[in-house]
């Protein structure tokens, strides 16, 4: 059996020109067998693969479709945004947008050993306990915040030392911002003025991380991003029982009666260059962790979802599920900027608030979540404040663009398609004017980019917010886990009507966590490894 590290994996990789960690096929010889295929190296992925294979008994492939993570800029924390848009990027777009005016908004997402978790900020929050209260109520107690909090506490190496709600000795390691920029201590004296707690170290983690300022953690070790795939993959390479395939995109699962009992994979190329796939089979279970937007598409490609959707492209269905690519929903972000007296040197989306759009609320879950940057799409020198509405109700899909595997699914974000929505957002940049209009931010703020200044009205302020909203990176709820008709897989992650099928990741969250998703995938990973060790 092959053994690998990290130096050889990525030399094996290149040399080979193709797919590392691969024995010699042969044309025509069965396919090959393994107990578990995962599909997808995400923050949920890498954990379901680092927890099957300290089995040494059982024999585990890894499927990415993208390469390995060699990307020079995926360990600079500070250069993330020049990776959207680049070769470790899907570089998805949705539809255009009815509640964005017609545009259509780009969602990046990661193509690489370590997905989206090696392009993203980095900020390291788990989510509001009623998110995963609300989780339980649709999926059983295992998902409960009580339930849940041991087990984030047992994943991380926390820097602040153990507690009721860090944990030391685990895979991921959790800082702290070291060089915080003046934009960030006006940001916290601005919510004292207003009334909001405000601490450096206010823990976004606890039981009540609401109404207090702070500094997000971040997933860095030694000062670098440290994304899944470095926390949970890099370390067990040399694992006899693991083989680990990037470049390898699944075309479709393969499924004999009532049971998924494979893979068929390709490696993607230029657009209509011949393909040839492989098939390989798994003996006990494959686990489907490809993200909230591949894992329905290769559920679909599969003839596993809405009956309609399938026919209409051809498709055999396999298992009519009607919840497949439906209850699709994302934070969306509105970016506030105004021009600078100086220029910002330090962390970008390092501090922030969790507040209540109705500034009268005290309990429940809070709905607004606020980032401050450096003014990444502003002149410099800039300021930039970020507000994100973190309970959508507002739903969209995934859906086949064509039965091509290598085609981009649409997306439909439906954006504020709740008019809710809007009004909570229009509150959630009345609070962030309020807090940028202190005299905290006297000797930062210039003039405002768009004219925050004279866009006063509930109606000036709901276009405004249409016009400048993006994406913040987190969609979720494709293969939703609950109970009903309506939820594609069940409370341990088993899809509906199919034997040997599992989904694990942000896509079978019910609800979106309030926050940034990758502690939470890394959460499901840890529980599917669990279901399926059980």
């Known amino acids: 059996m092959l053994r690998q590290t990290r130096r050889t994996f990525v030399k094996e990789t290149f040399a080979a020109g193709a797919v590392a960690a691969l024995a010699p096929r042969v044309r025509g010889a069965a396919p090959e067998t393994f107990d578990y295929i995962v599909v997808g190296a995400g923050s949920s992925g890498c954990v379901v693969v680092n927890r099957l294979s300290a089995d040494p008994t059982v024999r585990v492939l890894l499927l990415e479709a993208g390469g390995p993570d060699t990307h020079p800029l995926i360990p600079v924390i500070g250069q993330w945004t020049s990776l959207v848009g680049s070769e470790v990027d899907w570089n998805y777009a949705t539809e255009p947008e009815p509640g964005l005016g017609g545009r259509s908004v780009k969602w990046p997402r990661g193509r690489t050993l370590g997905g989206s978790s090696a392009i993203s900020a980095a900020a390291y929050v788990r989510g509001h306990p009623s998110d995963f209260d609300g989780w339980a109520a649709e999926a059983g107690p295992a998902w409960s915040f009580r339930s849940v909090l041991p087990i984030f506490r047992r994943l991380e190496d926390n820097v602040r030392g153990a507690s009721e709600f860090y944990g030391v000795g685990g895979p991921i390691a959790v800082a702290d911002t070291t060089d915080p920029h003046a934009g960030h201590e006006a940001f916290l004296e601005a919510a004292r003025t207003l009334g909001f707690a405000a601490d450096p170290r206010w823990n976004f983690n606890s039981d009540r991380p609401e109404n207090g300022a702070g500094y997000y953690q971040k997933h860095l070790k030694d000062g670098r991003r440290q994304s899944a795939a470095a926390a949970f993959l890099t370390p067990i390479l040399q694992r006899p029982n693991l083989v680990v395939r990037p470049f390898s995109q699944v075309r479709r699962l393969l499924v004999e009666g009532r049971r998924v009992v494979g893979v068929e994979y390709f490696r993607p190329g230029p657009g209509g260059a011949a393909r040839e796939y492989t098939t390989v089979r798994s003996g006990r279970e494959v686990i489907l962790a490809a993200g909230a937007i591949d894992s329905p598409k290769i559920l679909l490609l599969s003839g596993i979802g809405p009956a309609e959707e399938l026919r209409r492209h051809g498709l055999p269905v396999v298992q009519d599920l009607p919840g497949v690519g439906a209850n699709l929903h994302d934070h969306p972000r509105i970016g506030l900027r105004w021009n600078g007296r100086e220029t910002l040197r330090g962390s970008s989306v390092s501090a922030g608030l969790l507040a209540y759009s109705s500034r009268g609320a005290a309990s429940g879950a809070p709905d607004i979540q606020f980032y401050v940057g450096r003014g990444l799409s502003a002149p410099d020198p800039a300021l930039a404040l970020s507000v994100v509405f973190c309970r959508p109700r507002s739903r969209g899909t995934i859906t086949l663009r064509s039965a091509d595997p290598a085609a981009a699914p649409v997306i439909r974000a439906n954006y504020f398609a709740d008019e809710r929505d809007l009004d909570a957002a229009v509150a959630g940049v009345r609070l962030a004017r309020e807090l940028v209009q202190t005299r905290a931010y006297d000797r930062l703020r210039g003039a405002a980019v768009e004219p925050l200044d004279t866009e006063t009205t509930p109606e000036q302020l709901r276009a405004f917010v ?37 989904v694990a990741d942000a896509s079978i969250m019910p609800t979106v966590v309030n926050c940034q998703t990758h502690a939470a995938c890394g959460l499901i990973g840890e529980l599917a490894a669990g279901f399926l060790r059980a």
């Open 466 to 502: 249409r016009r400048t909203s993006a994406t913040i990176y987190h969609p979720v709820g494709t293969c939703r886990m609950g109970r009903g008709r309506d939820a594609v897989v069940d409370p341990e992650l088993r899809v509906q009507g199919l034997a040997g099928l599992r």
